[in-house]
Each structure stands twice: as structure tokens, then as C-alpha cells.
Nanobody, 126 residues
């Protein structure tokens, strides 16, 4: 059974940086598609970035393009979200996710993923 555990969230001032980590167990991340999502209070879960199965492609939401970078280290079986130039509107609970089953959809919506971490809070103060 695949398990994902996020870490690295916290409180940061606007313009600052954070790096989130998502450690996986039970399955090699090199064999699955992975992604990061976020959810602010009262809003739907929003796609942030993804990496294709095998790692050949990455993509990011327009709202974070040029500021956030998704990556993974297959040797450590860990994925990351480097967040730079943070803004107050980036405040949310951030979740990592994996698609373990056959790929479904374009991997930009929450329903495309079948394994989720517990989430980590990121708060950006103005």
C-alpha cells in the first residue's frame, strides 16, 4: 500500500521561499505519476504541478508558473515543491498525490489521483 507523508510547511513572509517534501513508501515514485495540489479555506482543491509517470514531463498551473517547481528524487523516493516569491494568496493546505492505477485524465484534477498525503499548512503573511 502506498503512503505519502508531506513536510516542510510553515509560516513565511510574502516574497519568501519554502520547500515542501513528500516522502513515499510502499511504491517507487519512479513508476507513478505524481502531483501537488492546494486547498484554501472555502475553496476547491487546486492543481499546482505534476510529473508524468517515468518523470519525462513536468507541468505547473498558470498561477504558480515561474515561482514554483515540482521535482522528485527517485533515489530518495521523495517528491518536492520548491516555492519562491510566495504571495498571501498562496496560503493553503498543500497535498501531494500519486496516481498508482492506470493513468486517467490529464493529471490536473484531484479525481485523476488515487493516493493522497495528509497535507501540510503553508501560510504567507503580507
Amino acid at each position: 500500500q502506498v503512503r505519502l507523508v508531506e513536510s516542510g510547511g510553515g509560516l513565511v513572509q510574502a516574497g519568501g521561499s519554502l520547500r515542501l517534501s513528500c516522502a513515499a513508501s510502499g511504491r517507487a515514485l519512479s513508476n507513478v505519476a505524481v502531483g501537488w495540489f492546494r486547498q484554501a479555506p472555502g475553496k476547491e482543491r487546486e492543481f499546482v504541478g505534476g510529473i508524468s509517470r517515468g518523470g519525462s514531463s513536468t507541468w505547473h498551473a498558470d498561477s504558480v508558473m515561474g515561482r514554483f517547481t515540482i521535482s522528485k528524487d527517485d533515489g530518495k523516493n521523495t517528491m518536492y515543491l520548491q516555492m519562491n516569491t510566495l504571495k498571501p494568496e498562496d496560503t493553503a493546505v498543500y497535498y501531494c498525490a500519486a496516481r498508482v492505477g492506470p493513468t486517467a485524465g490529464d493529471l490536473t484534477t484531484a479525481s485523476d489521483y488515487d493516493v493522497w498525503g495528509q497535507g501540510t499548512q503553508v501560510t504567507v503573511s503580507s
